[in-house]
């Protein structure tokens, strides 16, 4: 948070509204009646709250309502009668920044913003609190020894231990690919009411939606839930149905990972078909992994192209109809193709360029911003 | 009981430092009273009539054998040889010197303990059943959510400066030992039908000049969602509660003026926008938070009450408290032997509290809301040698819950705020009550006295209240009948004319003999009192 020597002024609620322009400045004090702000709020650049008394403490409440309620990505500011002591608590509720009405130079100021090193509450500063803190702890506690116990077990156990544990908190992401027989066929037998979360970024093959239907109804498995990309990000972000040729990142993003991040809200774990032979950036998985605050389930971790093959046989598992076209991995239509004999079995996926991954297996803080 | 990480002591740490640096700057004149008064007022520090007060939060009243012992010793080495425990479960020291404080509080850092938030328009300590862990009738131990909530308030960006003070409190059984219907937000810890554990949500009660009952907000709200809930709550009262008048800002008058329907509305719009979001409370921390509070195991050692003393006998009637594991006890020091300061303790006695609960306790004690400790975990077969280390210490008052159980504010002799003396009443009353014996005579029988009207000590929800006023410069006392503080929580009625100083032991002598000479088998003063109605007490008041 800025501290500001000078106080910029601002226009008040009524003038605000008379006044036919954008990128104003408004200021907010006492009652605010927010249907107004929200109306007003698209034509504003910075929201100026005045306290009239350091006491009055109005001010936390109007700043948290107009970053949480009216989603305010502007400028918020502070002025009046604030004292130093209260820095922390405006840079948290999320102020930008502060014009005290007195001594703005006093080095109070600035060092009432790094007065504690740790956060309770979570707030609109974001900044990781000690519940999150300690809740990715434990998580982490459980899957260091979850790896420890169970690591180089066999699939059937490894789901079995999970699905126990995690029971009603956890699903199973599957592609309905190629692959996708080995593990929805063991969910099958240890939980089939687990649900299977299927990404559909309705670029999908015709061939991988009518696979899907036939195995799932052919392995028992009664709870496919299909999630879509948001209506209004896809109108945004896609709207010639393009974006895939233009930025495959961004539509991975939009298809992918972001309605995946949105439908782990209600799960701890997540079951995965990862194996270490896919590729070099899944040589190094263990089969539980913390991955932003989910826990990930890789049960065939272990798992050879070999023991992949047998187990459709052994368990006389419908095949994708694409396998034999030579598709080994499969994905969307615009980003998949067929691999060559001897080349790696995820070479058919954005061929020709250097990703890999789409990125629903990546942490939030490593995706590029 | 809950232990610090790493992440509470820092926090502790960095209070402490940075209040060093305040008062450092306050004592080199830098800065003046006016400025230094809103960084004290948030750390516990008052100015009285005589001194500095220090206010050490006990949070839910919980103490370990070790904390006791630090308190002890900071009434030895920094006040004068006492600490007095309070009504919402504290401790205050009324001489410590200003220069000292940042000292007792390190000291205080050392055990886990801290003032913050003990005075300022915050959220203030929240408080419990001190019989929680113990009782047989909760339904889940209270004090996991008591401390969830401690964090949760701890330093609140939001929610530092309320229109006014802001209290909680938190019961898990239907009897309510917590008076949670007279706080601003009243918690009862319930579960479903399912069996999952929840709340049912009280707020707007408060004491003072306008004393009000909680209304209920919400018959069940899961518990996850607890500090969506009560943000949503102090979110509504910091944008609405009135700022214009001190005596108006408290959140019952909100829920008054705004009406209990369209203020329940308010909340749970603001609460379904806050649910679900980054309030909800993640199971592995609830898990961590409640499994530093467990039960005790059975316990084998038998016990004979009739094998002992009568004096033992008469003291454990009103001293021992069923407990919910086999074997064992909860005990009850009463803190208000006749004749004396009610809640205050020597550096000598809470040293000798510490080592009971170290040597026969689990190294647990709890502060009352009557000004009382209790040693919640006592394996019956140990209780005749408490008994004796009660009694070598002068803290074997056999007296808990009886009329001379009285629960008083400081008063004049402390307070800038008094209009009358209380613990000079307090102490008239208790002798008056015990050399008649009406005290035992009387039974469960409640009796508090406040020096104004800010209530401190609680005298709307006593069966037999005191209210000190002045009147052209001399200190009267207006009596009220017929409050309560449990599960049927009431305000009492005033009786009539005030009473000076000096007929106030008669009078409450009259009230008390009119209440068993009227009484029907077992019946509490309340049910008496609504059955014959005020008049008969009022007679026998003023017929002198």
Known sequence: MRIDLEHRPALDLDTAEGVNEANIHVRLEGSVDWERVRALAPRVERFDIHFPKFADGRGFSIAARLREDIKFQGEVSASGHLIPDQARMLTRVGFDSVAPNSNPEDPAWKKGLTTFSEVYQPSNDRRSTALEKRTLAAKQALVDSLNKRLRGAPADEILREATRLFKGRIATLSSFGAEAGVSLHLVSQVAPDTPVLFLDTERHFDKTLKYRDQLSEHLGLTNIVNILPDADEAAEDDSDNRLWQRDTDACCDLRKVRPLDRALKGYDALITGRKRFHSATRMSLPPFELLDGVIRVNPLIDWDRDQVLSYFEEHDIPEHPMKAEGYPSIGCWPCTQPVAEGEDIRAGRWAGSEKTECGIHFSAKSKVA | MYQYDEIDETLVRER?????????????????????????LQNGVYLQLHAYMLRVAIPYGTLSADQMQALGEIARDYDRGYGHFTTRQNIQYNWPRLVDIPDILDKLAGVGMHAIQTSGNCVRNTTTDPYAGAAADEVADPRPWCELIRQWSTFHPEFSFLPRKFKIAVVASKADRAAIQVHDIGLRLKTNAAGALGFEVFAGGGQGRTPRLAVKLNDYVIAEDLLAYITAILRVYNLAGRRDNKYKARIKILVEETGPEAFTAEVEAEFAKLQGGDLT???????????????????????????????????????VKAHKTEGWASVLISLKPVGKVPGDATAEQIFAMAEIARQYGLNELRVTKEQNIVLPHIPQADLPAVYEALRAANLHADNGGLV???????????????????????????????ETGLDREAGELTLNISGCINACGHHHIANIGLLGVDKRGEEFYQLTLGGAANENAAIGRIVGPGLSGEQVPQAIEDVVRTFIAHRQDGESFNTTLARIGLDPFKEAVYAH
């Open chain 2, 281 to 319: 409370l993640p199971a592995e921390e609830i898990a961590r938070v409640s499994n530093f509070f467990t039960p005790p195991p059975v316990e084998t050692r038998g016990f004979d009450l009739k094998a002992q003393s009568q004096a033992f006998q008469i003291w454990a009637e009103r001293s």
């Open chain 2, 16 to 40: 402490v430092a940075e209040f060093r640096d305040q008062v450092k700057r306050r004592i080199t004149g830098e800065l003046s009273e006016d400025a230094f008064k809103p960084l004290r």
């Open chain 2, 404 to 434: 001379t159980d009285i629960i008083s504010c400081p008063g004049l002799d402390y307070c800038n705020l008094a209009n009358a003396r209380s613990i000079p009443i307090a102490q008239a009353i208790s002798n008056r009550l015990s």
